[in-house]
């Protein structure tokens, strides 16, 4: 069964470094999106990619984020100046067309110190 | 703002009981519904999913869910839990109207005692 991964699985990063999470949708998929879990709180959306540009950011997705693909297969999310409250488990999802399902990566979990 | 709402936070049913985990959502007159299951350190597991149709899915591991548009919910089910679902369970709503994204509730932990 076709699925997104993520790498690395686990990060660690001291704060105000540049952070680079990578993704690999579905090979067919054309959107892409990711997403933040802060430790024991809810999954927020952080930002979706169509047509190589973002189409919609959330008000956590501010100017230390940003997000690229590369390549055909490549999504990565890269923050510029981490800070402490980055750290998150950080999810990347990819859906086929519009409103269609969401299949989510296993996750990187962030660690700033 | 499209919001997702799960009341309960922590539940704890003993094993073989019935389970039910309640969702409801704010705004938005075309919701499609899921439920993920997140077991400790781990990603997001599609339980089930409903974008039109049959307003009773079911899902894997035994589960199914009820969309009542009236209610605006979309509640989890299951006849029978075993000591394995204990996981964490998130809601997840998106709005035609809005755009891609998923909202999620907050989550509900289940707790299964023996």
């Known amino acids: 069964e076709p699925e997104v991964t993520q790498t690395p699985s686990h990060q660690v990063t001291q704060m105000g470094q540049e952070v680079i999470l990578r993704c690999v949708p579905i090979s067919n998929h054309l959107y892409f999106y990711w997403y933040r879990q802060i430790l024991g709180q809810k999954v927020e959306f952080l930002v979706s990619f169509y047509n190589n540009e973002i189409s919609e950011k959330s008000e956590i997705f501010d100017d230390q984020f940003s997000v690229e693909r590369p390549d055909g297969s490549n999504f990565t999310l890269k923050i510029r100046s981490t800070k402490l409250e980055d750290s998150a488990m950080y999810f990347c999802a990819s859906t086929l067309g519009e409103n269609t399902e969401a299949f989510f990566g296993q996750g990187t979990r962030l660690t700033v110190v | 703002a499209q919001s997702v709402t799960q009341p309960d936070i922590h539940i704890t049913v003993s094993e073989g009981a019935s389970l039910e985990l309640r969702c409801n959502y704010s705004?938005?007159?075309?919701?499609?519904l899921f439920w993920y299951v997140q077991s400790p350190g781990q990603g997001l597991q599609l339980l089930l999913k409903y974008f039109s149709g049959d307003t009773l899915v079911q899902g894997i591991k035994g589960f199914e869910a009820e969309f009542k548009r009236s209610q605006s919910s979309f509640n989890l089910r299951k006849p029978s839990v075993h000591w394995s679902d204990a996981a964490e369970y998130f809601c997840a709503v998106g709005f035609v109207e809005y755009g891609n994204k998923l909202v999620f509730g907050a989550g509900t932990i289940l707790r299964v005692k023996s």
């Open positions: 705004y938005g007159a075309t919701p499609y």
